[in-house]
């Protein structure tokens, strides 16, 4: 009986390798895609931080998990603080490059640079109500609420 489990593990091992090799391959793996704006210090620093997560979450006893925390903590700290450098300095960036192209008028350019400095901001949808105050769910109902 064990020894037909033992077998069967070996070939569910040789499957899972087989299978993740495989997906490795032909589908790579996932690139993490940052923000443009953070420096390669800042991320170098992230991959620092993550790595004294994995510290804390693999200490065994409580004064190294203690010191790791601390560790951590002093490095959440630099990273937040980097992050923070490099969006002000990606924000004075794009802001002399609008007042370049305000000056130039070049109204595409400056478009296009307020548009990255004021961000995606969409007004929150509200649903459409009918005199009872409930809210209209078919799209022609809704047609037919506006023009009244």
Not at 4 to 30: P, R
Request: glycine share 2%; net charge positive.
């Amino acid at each position: 009986m064990k020894e037909e489990e033992t077998a069967m593990e070996d070939n569910w091992k040789g499957i899972k390798e087989a299978l993740n090799s495989t997906c490795q391959e032909v589908l790579d793996l996932k690139k993490h895609h940052h923000k443009e704006w953070i420096s390669i210090e800042t991320l170098d620093k992230i991959k620092e931080r993550k790595n004294k997560k994995t510290v804390i979450n693999n200490s065994r006893t409580r004064a190294e998990k203690v010191q790791a925390q601390a560790e951590y903590t002093e490095a959440n700290k630099q990273v937040k603080k980097s992050i923070r450098v490099d969006n002000k300095k990606y924000v004075e960036e794009l802001a002399t490059t609008a007042e370049k192209a305000a000056r130039e008028r070049n109204m595409t350019q400056l478009y296009d640079t307020t548009k990255k400095l004021t961000g995606k901001y969409s007004k929150p949808e509200r649903p459409v109500k009918d005199k009872e105050s409930r809210p209209i769910i078919v799209i022609q109902e809704q047609r037919k609420r506006w023009i009244e």
